[in-house]
């Protein structure tokens, strides 16, 4: 066997295109369990994501529908009318919900802003209400308060909720992704032939039926899998932070309340409208002055409600609650997917023999295997025995992974008390930061912020590299100051030499 490359020299079943072509199936299929493996975490993460994506359009649909068969018996003119605010509102907050850099806060602002005009000057056909004088109307609205508490209420609960929702959904894809991404990760030369001398060699010195030793395929793995493992940190941040935001989508942000009921606040609003007209026209006559008589005929109020139609919010509590203990269960099982892959392939696929078994194949010959089992991660391969590794070149595609956890994380970390993160790709602008530490509790937002979402939601760029971005613009700061010192100090010589 002197021409054997891979395997241990001595009498030997195969020739050298035999060991060449064994290699290359080893190649194949460990790639090819790698995939599956990855697959099967896919299917579990898009399967969580289509099952809560249903379950939230429905909800919306169902609230959007309820509108309109309500309102045009509701309140007839009002509505009618105006259907395309409604309709506009709906289209915003699913915009939104699907990842549109939209701001909800505005979106709804300027939905009520829009429905104050319009009602406005329906309710007050009697005069002419020019675009100035709406203005004017708007700027005291917040003042008078014409639609009650509701407007402030249904902000601070539904941009919770949809903050919330729209996070918990990418959390899923983001996961999926990354999983793909890593699988697809191809092996390295010197990964290639520890495989195949694991696999296949036992078949070259006649032991075909002979089983690997566990822990000779733990090294063997450990060490193929080695920048893999390095994902597990921000992998079970992530996992955590989806389990904490589901626990708030059912619980304090409950979604099922907030957004199966956004008819029935508008409902109530408007009927705060109308309940209170007179006394608010006169504080917006009042603080705008009188506007003219309108030369139009005016219609009477009466024409415009036709009576009050009980309003429902149909529950679905229940499948809410079902779908969240199900995403927690299958969260919790996949937490430590990337340290526990190398014992599942070993055990699963690989079919290695028992860890105290005498008689596997320990990469030379038939009998016990002594060394011990490396760590987990690219830092503990440096005395692996197995597989030559160089833990000064991580693999630039898996840490890109790491940074698309890090950043879905401390997204979910500030949807967790209801503070908005956009994130976009800055590949050609490198002034912004990336998402900094991660966290799978409340103290990612609180670092951000104290207060729920009141704000233009903060947007991050994504870096390609760590030491780019914020300390790179700060430090061309530094030759001006010092520059600036330098004149200081001359002028201050000139004068002592006087």
């Known amino acids: ?85 409604f309709k506009d509102l709906y289209s915003e907050l699913r915009r939104y919900y699907r990842g549109s850099n939209i701001n909800l806060e505005e979106a709804l602002n300027e939905f009520w802003t829009r429905l104050l005009e319009r009602l406005f000057k329906l309710m007050n056909p009697q005069y002419h209400i020019t675009d100035e004088y709406l203005d004017c109307m708007v700027k005291h609205a917040e003042q008078h308060k014409p639609f009650g508490e509701v407007p402030r209420d249904l902000k601070v609960k539904a941009t919770r909720a949809f903050i919330a929702a729209r996070s918990y959904a990418q959390g899923f894809l983001v996961g999926s992704d990354v999983v793909k991404k890593v699988s697809q990760v191809s092996l390295s030369h010197e990964c290639t032939r520890a495989i195949m001398k694991l696999m296949y060699c036992p078949h070259c010195r006649g032991m075909s039926s002979v089983k690997p030793c566990n822990n000779y395929c733990l090294n063997v793995v450990k060490g193929c899998l080695a920048n893999q493992a390095d994902l597990n940190t921000e992998w079970k941040y992530l996992m955590d932070s989806l389990v904490i935001v589901a626990d708030r989508i059912d619980g304090p942000y409950n979604v099922d309340t907030v957004i199966g009921t956004i008819h029935m606040r508008i409902a109530e609003a408007i009927s705060n409208l109308q309940e209170n007209k ?36 149909k529950s679905s509590a229940q499948a809410l609650e079902m779908l969240v203990l199900d995403a927690k269960g299958n969260l919790t099982a996949l937490k430590t997917y990337w340290i526990t892959l190398p014992s599942s392939l070993c055990s699963k696929k690989v079919m290695a023999s028992s860890a105290a078994d005498d008689k596997c194949w320990n990469g030379m010959t038939k009998g016990s295997y002594l060394p011990e089992v490396m760590g987990d991660g690219l830092a503990n391969q440096i005395n692996n025995p197995e597989v030559e590794v160089d833990i000064t070149k991580p693999d630039m595609t898996i840490r890109q992974q790491i940074m698309q956890l890090k950043i879905m994380t401390n997204r979910l970390g500030n949807a967790n008390i209801g503070n908005d993160v956009d994130f976009q790709d800055a590949s050609d602008d490198m002034s912004g930061s990336g998402s900094g530490d991660s966290c799978p509790d409340d103290v990612c937002g609180k670092r951000l912020s104290k207060s729920p979402s009141t704000r233009q939601p903060e947007t991050h760029a994504i870096p390609k590299q760590s030491g780019h971005g914020i300390n790179g613009a700060s430090s061309r700061s530094l030759p001006s100051a010092f520059l600036l010192l330098l004149l200081v100090a001359f002028i201050a010589a000139q004068h002592l030499w006087r």
């Open 1 to 85: 066997g002197e021409h054997l490359r891979i395997c241990p020299q001595g009498y030997t079943c195969c020739t050298s295109e035999m060991e060449e072509n064994f290699a290359n199936k080893s190649r194949s299929e460990f790639e090819a369990m790698m995939k599956e493996a990855g697959r099967s975490v896919q299917t579990t993460l898009t399967a969580q994501h289509r099952s809560f994506d249903s379950y939230f359009q429905d909800l919306l649909n169902k609230s959007e529908k309820a509108l309109y068969d309500a309102f045009p018996s509701m309140y007839g003119e009002l509505y009618t009318q105006n259907m395309k605010v």
């Open 278 to 313: 007179d006394s608010i026209t006169a504080k917006v006559f009042q603080g705008c002055g009188n506007p003219k008589i309108s030369t139009k005929g005016s219609s009477s109020e009466d024409k415009k409600r036709r009576g009050k139609v009980t309003l429902e919010a």
